[in-house]
């Protein structure tokens, strides 16, 4: 199996699940979701079950704004003296 095919087919060893948006490895080797990883880095221990979620959680970003054409933000701000 090539490595791509090996990890659609990975589950958390920590909470099971199979779907992730980044698999990570823990300190023995062993694949884990984002999330478990991320809390292990964080905390040192392993993420409790009961924290887990059956979807992935997404964030609500701010739209960007657009500039009119040929105008430019000033971000430095210039003193003169």
């Known amino acids: 199996p090539t490595f791509q095919n090996a990890y659609r087919r990975a589950?958390?060893?920590?909470?099971?699940?199979s779907t992730t948006t980044l698999w990570?490895?823990?300190n023995?080797?062993?694949?884990?979701?984002?999330?478990?990883?991320?809390y292990y880095k964080l905390?040192?221990?392993n993420r409790?079950?009961?924290?887990?979620k059956d979807g992935i959680q997404t964030r609500k970003?701010?739209?960007k704004q657009?500039?009119?054409i040929g105008v430019k933000k000033n971000y430095f701000k210039t003193t003169s003296e």
């Open 66 to 68: 657009q500039n009119p």
């Open 24 to 26: 990570r490895r823990n």
């Open 11 to 17: 589950c958390c060893t920590n909470c099971g699940t």
């Open 28 to 38: 023995e080797g062993e694949p884990v979701c984002n999330a478990c990883g991320l």
């Open 48 to 52: 409790p079950l009961a924290m887990r």
């Open 61 to 63: 970003r701010k739209q």
């Open 43 to 45: 905390h040192n221990v």
